[in-house]
């Protein structure tokens, strides 16, 4: 009887097809979306939103958290030197990626790192502020849930845009890439340190072309000095907000390894190589 009053009336058979098509196609697009709330955000930056969905994605799953300690100094007294100290020793889980920016910043993101072998326990570093400022940094686990960790920065500004000291020197290309390094063995963990100069420019200086350090690969090379993807500990990559002159502190779990090798490039194509640990 179904099918003959299907025949009889195909008007009806339409109706019925297209409003089956019609809540498929809504089934469909609530199951294969991700609509995850975004939490408020407790410094109330006018940024929050916009850049989650810049650099974690519009659909990212994001939550604040307390196990990654983020600290900035109260009020940056360098605008152009602000130290960060990223700690994640107490993260539970998995890391597969860390990105951290400064919201106010003309260009926002500071550094993505991605572990391979192993993630840090530290990870430090200096960076430019345009303005005070929210500073960020997000860590992405094994269930690809954001984990967010803010503070504030009070500063008189101006960081992004002040002419590079380094590049004020007419010899300064004489010591492009010179660096210092240490190695620091302990029970728990072994940390490297490495200071490198460089203009760092931000080409945000009027007839100043950007010029910086845009790639870091740390790898555990122990005597053999062979740096390949199975010696990599983790790739970084920055971006104009990083300091003139940088410093990086990195601590990774105690182990076997007694030397490590830093790999830095910048946007001309430099490389720059320093192996640090036990002789």
Known sequence: MLSWNLIMYPSI???????????????????????????????KSPMWQYNIERYLGTDADVVHTDQVSLKVPDFAEDSAQVPLTIALDRFEGDIRSIVSWVDLNPVPHLFSYQPHQQAPLTLALNFRVQQATTVRAAIQDENDVWHIASAHVDAAGGGCTAPSVTASNPHWSDQLGNSQGRYFS???????????????????????????INEIQIHAVNNDKTMDEESLLGEMSLS????????FVFDFAGDDSNQYA??????QGNVFKRILGDT
Do not use: Y
């Open 240 to 247: 104009e907000s990083a300091s003139e002159n940088p410093l």
């Open 13 to 43: 058979h339409k109706s019925v097809r297209a409003a089956s098509i019609i809540s498929l196609a809504v089934l469909f697009s609530l199951v294969s979306s991700k609509a995850f709330a975004l939490p408020e955000d407790i410094h």
């Open 262 to 267: 830093l790999r830095l490039r910048d946007t």
């Open 186 to 212: 302990r029970p728990a963990s072994n940390r490297l340190k490495l200071s490198i100069m460089h203009p760092m420019d931000s080409g945000m200086v009027e007839n100043v072309p950007i010029f910086h």
